[in-house]
């Protein structure tokens, strides 16, 4: 049995295959998670989607972290899709290019 068998967790912060959130997503997925994803604008929805399907989700959701009626609306989601939430990630950052 893996340690995260059974469990749902949503990813905030893929950015793309060599972020942290990414790494950490890859590693919770290989322990048995059933992972959701969330993006910020349609150039990280480009990416994110095609990563996602990698881990075998299809649970990948829109959200501005500054607004709380977004942030709102993906706890929805989820609550509708897993009707409980075992883990967050929250990796976000910004950094110059």
Sequence with gaps: MRCLDGKKGLIFGVANDRSLAWGIARSCHREGAELGFT???EALQKRVVPLAEQLHSDFVLPCDLNV???IAKVFHAVGERWGQLDFVVHAVAFAKK
């Design 68 to 70: 709380d009626a977004e």
């Design 39 to 41: 993006y910020f604008g």
